[in-house]
C-alpha cells in the first residue's frame, strides 16, 4: 500500500509540474552552458527516511508469538558526487556515488501489545547509482524530469557479531541491490543549476541474516523476510 500511495504521488508532481510550466508566459532565460554539455559535474545533499518491507513468519498467527513492524521512520542523510553524461536532448545517464546514513527501528507486539523491546538497526551505506535522467520540456528557467534505474549499496553496520552488552538480536547483510524511482525539477540559476527530487528505493534482497542471537532467537523466529525501502529528498548543485 506505502509503494503505491508513493507512485501515485510522484504521478501528480510529475503532471502538476508539467501543468504550472504549460500555464506560465515565456520570459528570459538564464544561460545553461553547464548543462549542455556531454558531461558535467556536481554534488547532492539530501534528506532519507529508511524503513523495512517484513514478511513476518507465519507463527505470528499463533498465540503468544511477536509480531514485527517498523513503526517509526527516523530521518537520515545522503551525500553523493554527480557525473552526469548526456547522450541526447531529453536523457541524462547519471552515475552518483557516495554515502548515506540512518536508522530504522523494529518494534514488536505480542497479542496486538508493544512489547519494550526494540530493535535499532544502524546503516552506513556506501552508494554507487546508476540512473536515467528523462527530461521534460523546459520553460522559462525550470524543467521537469522523471528519473529511474539500479543503486547497489554495501551497509558497513551491517553483519557485525552479536554483542552482549547490546540488546541488538537482529542483523542484517552488507550488500543490496535497489532499483530506484522518482521525479524533481532543475531550477536553472544565474550560475549553476539546483534541482530537487523526490526519489524511492527498493531493495531487491532478502537482507536478514539467518542466524538467531543465542538466547533471543523469538526476534529472528518472527520474521521471515526482511527487504530494505528508502525514500530520499534530495538537492542537486550542478
Same mark, same amino acid.
Not at 500511495?5 to 509540474?17: E, G, H, Q, S, Y
Given at each position: ?8 504521488? !510522484?504521478?501528480?508532481? %510529475? +503532471?502538476?509540474?508539467? $501543468?504550472? =510550466? ?7 532565460? @538564464? ?89 535499532? !538497526?544502524?546503516?552506513? %551505506? +556506501?552508494?554507487?547509482? $546508476?540512473? =536515467? ?7 522559462? @528557467? ?17 553483519k557485525k557479531e ?51 542471537a543465542p538466547g ?23
Amino acid at each position: 500500500m506505502k509503494q503505491k500511495t508513493v507512485f501515485l504521488i !510522484l504521478f501528480f508532481i %510529475f +503532471l502538476l509540474n508539467n $501543468l504550472i =510550466l504549460f500555464g506560465q508566459k515565456q520570459k528570459p532565460k @538564464n544561460e545553461s552552458w553547464y548543462d549542455e554539455k556531454f558531461i558535467h559535474f556536481g554534488f547532492s545533499l539530501g534528506f532519507n527516511a529508511m524503513d523495512f518491507k517484513i514478511t513476518p513468519a507465519q507463527q505470528y498467527f499463533q498465540k503468544d508469538s511477536l509480531y514485527p513492524e517498523v513503526s517509526t521512520l527516523n530521518p537520515g542523510i545522503n551525500i553523493q558526487i554527480v557525473t552526469d553524461l548526456r547522450p541526447a536532448n531529453r536523457l541524462d545517464i547519471r552515475f552518483l556515488p557516495g554515502v548515506s546514513f540512518g536508522q530504522r527501528t523494529i518494534k514488536f507486539y505480542k497479542n496486538k501489545v508493544l512489547v519494550n523491546d526494540q530493535q535499532k !538497526l544502524e546503516s552506513s %551505506f +556506501l552508494e554507487f547509482p $546508476l540512473l =536515467l535522467k528523462f527530461k521534460g520540456d523546459r520553460l522559462n @528557467n525550470i524543467r521537469p524530469y522523471v528519473i529511474g534505474g539500479f543503486n547497489f549499496r554495501y551497509d558497513l553496520a551491517g553483519k557485525k557479531e552479536f554483542d552482549d552488552n547490546k540488546p541488538i538480536y537482529i542483523r542484517i547483510k552488507r550488500p543490496d541491490l535497489y532499483y530506484e524511482m522518482g521525479a524533481g525539477l532543475d531550477f536553472y540559476l544565474t550560475y549553476f543549476k539546483l534541482s530537487v527530487e523526490l526519489k524511492m528505493s527498493n531493495g531487491i534482497r532478502n537482507v536478514l541474516v539467518q542466524e538467531a542471537a543465542p538466547g533471543h532467537s523469538q526476534y529472528f523466529n518472527a520474521i521471515d523476510k526482511m527487504k530494505s525501502q528508502i525514500w530520499v529528498l534530495a538537492f542537486y548543485f550542478e
